[in-house]
């Protein structure tokens, strides 16, 4: 008999009268995820504290969680509830996630870490370590699983075949959750709880800046709980400064002064993951002058040390991560910028790297996004050079073709993605010169120009990032000025329209990137932005209130 056990936990939200459904799968999957809802669904960051654990060792292994919920607007107003389901750790690829998803009748929204593997005495189980909402616990996981062969047109997962492994499927590499959303009917396993209508962020607004001395000309920003504390840190590219800067979360909101890490290449772009598959957030960052990728590795405390390097053509520029093969690890691809290519590093099990593959591309090629942009579940990447825009289709297997692409605009800065108007179908938002335009996705390859909304006082549009700013489940706007010393925030209608720009100062005129994630646990997104060029560079943060 083949076992295939998993943990469903649905979750019923009550906002603003109206019920939200979402659904969790805890499994093993690919690291390549659909993008578009990346921070829609923010309603599971509400705080939650595990109260019991009940499981049964006899297949399917079962599981019940006994939790206890608690407002972030009031620590008086708490609820008691529990979930259950069945565990699994079988090596789900993408298409095999989207067939879980869809035989619920819903849609593959996204993928977050959940467990890792360790050995254990019993001759059936081994023990995974999950972690939900930062509260780890551990249940035994069967030894022997298949392993599923799922088109991208399977609608469940009796439409694919499988193979026997006999061996377990448990391991220590990056392992993430399912969220699956749509409308179905509800399952047995449900758990309704109410959230507090002021949560309900219309009028979203945000606090006073705090400013953070960084080192010369920060030009990058990544985020990630650096030391399992449960709150989200930071790190920063100095570009002048040749390091990077670490900034740790007091837990409020408030942060550390950075710890720096230097790169004698000179700090270029920076992006966190686990890739040494331990379960502990590493940085990778580009060189510019060395023409590598280094690779700093996490002690779990917080703190790094430099464990390899990546050799790459002329001068690595921007870098963005995903998993290209969907053989669940972390991939790169960066920019050469003056090496006349761009470079693919494909991740091999023992997190070492497999040698780069180049694509050929003109001098001073910038990286702006990585997505399933033609609708056929694999991973693309989008990309400009001075002869304009251009695609590299993935075909799933860390191979790609290069595709001219036209948005009919003359400047294209930083590129957002997301569903707008809430047809499943990925659209686009491009900051083009003085303007923010947006594009209309039909879910094969195809996009028209709907609107375009211009920036206050002439402003010079670049970083762009799609959020839910308000918890509205409707997509926001959020664009860094350069030459103006303010952000933009445009709040989404649901329909692919925009309200009027809202503007927050920055402390230089120089923006630079920016990153959108609950710094403080309070339930709301907050901003982190970059601003300055010179000594006098800053980190900003804007933490969100409720109005």
């Known amino acids: 008999m083949h076992i295939f056990v998993f943990l469903m936990i649905e979750f019923f939200y009550l906002v603003n009268g109206q019920t939200i459904q979402d659904t969790v799968i805890l499994n093993k999957t690919a690291k390549s995820i659909d993008q578009t809802c990346n921070n829609i669904h923010t309603l599971l960051t509400y705080q939650r504290k595990i109260v019991n654990i009940h499981v049964t060792k006899e297949a399917p292994v079962r599981i019940k969680i006994d939790m206890e919920l608690t407002s972030p607007l009031s620590s008086t107003s708490k609820h008691s509830f529990s979930v259950e389901g069945m565990v699994c750790h079988h090596g789900f690829d993408r298409n095999a996630a989207q067939a879980a998803c869809r035989s619920q009748k819903k849609n593959l929204q996204m993928f977050s870490p959940n467990y890792q593997w360790e050995p254990s005495t019993d001759d059936l189980y081994e023990k995974c370590y999950f972690q939900f909402n930062n509260d780890p616990f551990i249940v035994p996981c069967q030894f022997v699983l298949d392993n599923f062969n799922c088109t991208d047109k399977a609608t469940s997962l009796n439409d694919c075949t499988y193979s026997s492994l006999f061996q377990h499927q448990c391991t220590n590499e990056m392992h993430v959750g399912i969220m699956c959303s749509g409308i179905y009917e509800p399952s047995e396993i449900t758990t309704t709880t109410s959230i507090p209508q002021t949560l309900n962020c219309s009028t979203t607004t945000f606090l006073d800046r705090q400013s953070y001395p960084t080192g010369s000309g920060p030009t990058s920003i990544a985020q990630a709980d650096l030391n399992n504390d449960s709150y989200i840190d930071l790190v920063v590219t100095n570009t002048n400064s040749f390091n990077i800067g670490v ?92 090496g006349s290519s761009v470079g693919i590093f494909l991740a091999n099990r ?56 036209d948005f009919g605009t003359k400047y294209v800065n930083g590129v957002g993605t997301g569903d707008f108007n809430g047809d499943t179908h990925l659209d686009l938002a491009i900051t083009d010169g003085h303007n923010v335009r947006i594009y209309i996705g039909f879910g094969n390859g195809t996009y028209i120009f709907k609107q375009s909304y211009a920036t206050a006082v002439n402003a010079w549009a670049l970083d762009i990032l799609v959020t839910d700013l308000n918890v509205d489940h409707k997509l926001d706007l959020v664009v860094q000025n350069s030459q103006k010393d303010f952000i933009s925030i445009w709040f989404g209608n649901g329909n692919a329209t925009f309200q009027k720009e809202i503007t927050y100062p920055l402390s230089s005129h120089l923006g630079g990137p920016m990153i959108v994630a609950d710094l403080n646990k309070d339930f709301l997104p907050d901003i982190a932005a970059l601003s300055g060029w010179s000594t006098t560079s800053s980190l900003n943060i804007f933490l969100a209130k409720c109005a």
């Open 247 to 338: 900034f740790i979360n007091n837990g409020d909101g408030t942060f550390q002064a950075q710890n720096t890490y230097e790169v004698p290449g000179r700090s270029e772009t920076v992006r966190i993951a686990d890739f040494d598959h331990n379960g502990v957030p590493d940085i990778a960052v580009s060189a510019f002058f060395t023409n590598t990728i280094d690779i700093f590795s996490g002690i779990g405390d917080g703190t790094f040390q430099l464990s390899r390097k990546l050799s790459t053509d002329k001068h690595p520029h921007t870098m963005l991560t995903g998993d290209f093969n969907a053989d669940n690890l972390i991939d790169i691809v960066v920019s050469n910028l003056y």
């Open 350 to 405: 023992n997190g070492t790297f497999e040698q780069m593959k180049s694509y050929p591309s003109d001098n001073q090629t910038y990286l702006l996004a990585v997505e399933d942009f033609n609708g056929d579940r694999n991973i693309d990447i989008l990309a400009k050079s001075p002869s304009g825009l251009f695609y590299l289709l993935g075909d799933g297997h860390g191979t790609f073709n290069s595709t001219k692409v």
